[in-house]
């Protein structure tokens, strides 16, 4: 099983970006899909899960900026985020809990928000 993010990059504040994470492999199922980041220093937090009937949670940060979706059809979780700030700077992995392999996690992709 293999999670493939993808959609990182450089941006100014108050663009936009939209990252995207593909699963593919055997599994059964994808339950609860998410991003999560981590900025240098810091620990990975939580940014924003979804689950496999469509029910979402934002940390309090991104909340009205961000915007997290999923194609069950392509295993495919996206995470759209709007008015970029420099705090928003991080590494951002994408996590997926997998029937039967449990939570499994793809590599970072870099979001970087600078003038």
């Known amino acids: 099983v293999q999670l493939q993010a993808s959609g990182g990059g450089l941006v100014q504040p108050g663009g936009s970006l939209r990252l995207s994470c593909a699963v593919s492999?055997?599994?059964?199922?994808?339950?609860?899909m998410g991003w999560y980041r981590q900025a240098p220093g810091k620990q990975r937090d939580l940014v924003a899960v979804?689950?496999?009937?469509?029910?979402?949670n934002y940390a309090d940060s991104v909340k009205g900026r961000f915007t997290i979706s999923r194609d069950n059809a392509k295993n495919t979780v996206y995470l759209q985020m709007n008015r970029l700030k420099s705090e928003d700077t991080a590494d951002y992995y994408c996590?997926?809990?997998?029937?039967?392999?449990?939570?499994?996690w793809g590599q970072g992709t870099q979001v970087t928000v600078s003038s």
């Open positions: 492999g055997s599994f059964l199922h994808a339950n609860t």
């Open positions: 979804i689950t496999s009937g469509g029910s979402t």
């Open positions: 996590s997926a809990v997998l029937l039967p392999w449990g939570r499994r």
